[in-house]
């Protein structure tokens, strides 16, 4: 269309000097011819450009757009500061001019990140104010109200106002025409720069698998250390979400690709998956595993369900060319995630070590007028008897066991660390010492009352502890450690396998 209208204009351009050629040699009597001439030639010359311009695609608008759109929207609710995730050219911050600390600004940007993936929107109300956050895989946008009590209403609005955004982020990312291959190395890019974290990367992989296949589509990954066991890390919206989490057995077909690091075909009754939930139907339990390759070494498997695809199609191209990129994407995404999880997990319980309890206790002790919280110091009584006694062996699985009773024992919002040989913390934010106690108390049950065997001998376990409060044990959040230190101590030289609470008040 373009094309045909720049040669019309040429033509135009070409009739119009005629006109005053044939003008100049006949004088007078033709300028009128010649005026008219000029005028065709002029509209002829600039018919081209005008078109192209008027017809040449642009985006609906600039990266640097949606910054401006993202503070003026910060500015009209008295926002603290705003986050976009996966435009062009990175991520985006805006800030008033109020001080925003370093740890809210991650928490808005972890947000705006995890928005874009799951494409929630979410509302989190905490000490700095009230984080709202909205998105559509690969963008996400949020904010940071000023009002830690920010009602509902108000809330709804943001979220709102940014869904629109979002949207414009969407509209204006749409793709140009052109090959095969440029378009999913440009929906590549776009998947990079949406998602950087394990889980992230993850679901963009089955996200786009599934843009692709119009099919359910999941990601197999073997896990580090010995075992290296495989578990679905990741399901796309169009398959069955029981998936997640599921061991993969060795026997399937998924597990079957990692090994030989070559495709592999379900067949008959066969599920792709293994042994997932049993009334799982018949269409959804075909599918084609195609493995993830760091280098030489499969490290997962993208698993796409229903009848398999034809190889010499241009959806097994597609489809190849993610799993090419998806690969080597997933493989430094695990390692990252893997050194994040050795510096703050204990390698023999799997709880969080001293070091991220420290940290988490520093961030209560920053916020503004802290509010309640409780520690729990916990020791397993006359460890060293049972580890001299049965060997060093017993002894780690006596600390797995108790691992695992306390981490039953606490809410999401609680942390379990390993602190030390045969001791353990519970960190308790938002708790009054109160609840604490009964916490710990309940804790204290559990472990002598469950069952721990060794060598297929039960052998008794209890454990004491103990319990300091901010504020009503200490009037400082920097001071509790040493409180419930003091409180388990008292508890051992009474007795063990009791709970004794931290002497003071405020």
């Avoid at 005629?18 to 009128?32: D, M, Q």
């Avoid at 398999?308 to 995630?337: F, M, Y």
Wanted: glycine share 10%; with cysteine.
């Amino acid at each position: 269309m373009k094309q045909r209208v720049v040669w019309v204009g040429r033509a135009l351009a070409v009739l119009g000097l005629t006109a005053v050629i044939a003008a100049v040699f006949h004088a007078n009597l033709y300028a009128l011819l010649a005026a008219l001439g000029g005028f065709v030639t002029a509209i002829g010359l600039a018919l081209g450009p005008l078109v192209h311009e008027w017809l040449t695609e642009r985006p609906v608008a600039r990266p640097s757009d949606f910054a401006h759109l993202l503070d003026l929207l910060r500015r009209a609710h008295g926002a603290r500061a705003g986050w976009l995730v996966g435009v062009p050219d990175g991520d985006v911050e805006v800030a008033g001019g109020d001080d925003v600390s370093r740890e809210l600004r991650r928490r808005g940007s972890a947000l705006a990140q995890l928005a874009s993936i799951d494409g929630r929107a979410h509302v989190a109300r905490e000490a700095g104010g009230t984080f709202v956050a909205v998105g559509d895989f690969p963008f996400g946008a949020g904010v940071l109200l000023a009002d830690q009590h920010a009602q509902p209403g108000v809330a709804e609005a943001v979220v709102d106002e940014l869904r629109r955004l979002v949207a414009a982020m969407r509209l204006s990312d749409v793709p140009e025409h052109g090959d095969r291959g440029e378009l999913v190395a440009k929906q590549l890019a776009t998947m990079a720069r949406g998602a950087q974290t394990l889980e992230g990367v993850a679901k963009a992989g089955v996200e786009l698998a599934q843009q692709f296949t119009q099919r359910g589509v999941a990601i197999v990954l073997q896990g580090a250390g010995p075992a290296q066991t495989l578990q679905v890390v990741a399901v796309s919206t169009g398959a069955d979400q029981r998936l997640m989490g599921h061991a993969v057995p060795v026997a399937a077909p998924a597990a079957r690709s990692i090994s030989a690091a070559v495709p592999v075909v379900s067949r008959g009754e066969e599920d792709v998956f293994g042994a997932p939930p049993a009334d799982r139907r018949r269409r959804d339990r075909a599918g084609t595993a195609y493995p993830l390759m760091d280098g030489l070494f499969a490290i997962g498997a993208l698993v796409v369900t229903g009848a398999p695809i034809d190889s010499d199609s241009p959806l097994a191209e597609q489809l190849n060319r993610l799993v090419v990129e998806l690969g080597s994407r997933l493989a430094a995404a695990r390692a990252v995630h893997e050194a994040e999880q050795r510096a703050v997990l204990d390698p023999l319980t799997g709880l969080r070590n001293r070091r991220e309890l420290e940290r988490q206790l520093s961030r209560h002790q920053r916020l503004a007028g802290p509010p309640p919280a409780t520690l729990v110091y916990l020791d397993l009584d006359r460890f060293k008897t049972l580890n001299d006694t049965l060997g060093h062996a017993a002894g780690d699985s006596a600390l797995r066991h108790v691992a695992g009773i306390l981490q039953a024992a606490i809410r999401d919002k609680d942390l379990v660390a390993r602190i030390g040989g045969e001791e353990f913390a519970v960190w308790m934010p938002l708790t009054p010492l109160v609840e604490g106690l009964e916490v710990a108390e309940r804790i204290r049950r559990a472990v002598e009352t469950t069952v721990w065997r060794w060598s297929g001998s039960a052998y008794p376990l209890t454990a004491s502890c103990g319990v300091a409060g901010y504020p009503d044990s200490v009037g400082d959040v920097n001071n509790l450690r040493s409180a419930a230190d003091a409180a388990l101590y008292r508890a051992k030289q009474a007795g063990r396998n009791r709970v004794e609470k931290a002497a003071g008040g405020g």
